[in-house]
């Protein structure tokens, strides 16, 4: 859901379900105790079943600010949830996992008619496991990021410089949840856009 507001405000919120599920077989070794042969250990394998599923929420308002400015908020919610069974085997762990990460992004951004723009953005990420062993205690960190650039050839063109990751913050997120890599360390970047 999208809504535009007189006041230059626009609002959205949406949601996102998604769902895997596959069946594979896992190497394994099978130990006979009471066999004869030279060799008790035979290589094997062991069915598995996997169940994924992962439910999102997504908020977003931006606001303009005269003609040249804008800032807005993002905010993000995924729970995340896997499952594996290994049916048939006699002795084998049911594994149930889940992930809760939360995503702030505040951004301001500055566009001149002349196609000169800069960008800066404040993404807090916080995240909390439950069912890992070793336990995985997930993270909470900020990381900022800040671009300018200049649009061209009647804006088919950009070319942009940034800085991502300003503080140098290193992060430890679980993959359960489905989220965007990230800078792992203080990163100059640029980039060259053309579309025809």
């Known amino acids: 859901m999208e809504q535009k507001f007189d006041t230059g405000t626009y609002l959205s919120v949406a949601g996102e379900f998604l769902e895997s599920s596959c069946d594979q077989l896992k190497g394994a070794f099978i130990y006979y105790g009471?066999?004869?042969?030279?060799?008790?250990?035979?290589?094997?394998g062991l069915k598995q079943s996997v169940d994924f599923h992962e439910q999102s929420l997504l908020a977003t308002a931006?606001?303009?600010?005269?003609?040249?400015w804008s800032v807005g908020t993002r905010y993000r919610l995924s729970f995340a949830d896997l499952d594996a069974k290994y049916p048939g085997a006699p002795v084998a762990p049911q594994q149930h996992w889940n992930s809760t990460l939360n995503e702030i992004d505040l951004h301001a951004n500055w566009n001149h008619p002349c196609g000169l723009f800069a960008m800066f953005g404040a993404n807090w990420y916080d995240q909390s496991n439950s069912g890992f062993s070793p336990a995985e205690p997930g993270d909470d960190f900020w990381q900022l990021n800040a671009f300018a650039g200049y649009r061209f050839w009647h804006r088919r063109a950009e070319l942009t410089v940034g800085l991502l990751n300003i503080t140098d913050q290193g992060y430890k997120l679980e993959p359960l949840n489905l989220y965007n890599e990230m800078a792992q360390s203080r990163t100059f970047m640029t980039r060259l856009r053309i579309n025809f």
């Open 34 to 44: 009471d066999s004869p042969a030279d060799y008790s250990t035979f290589p094997g």
């Open 62 to 68: 931006d606001q303009l600010l005269g003609k040249q």
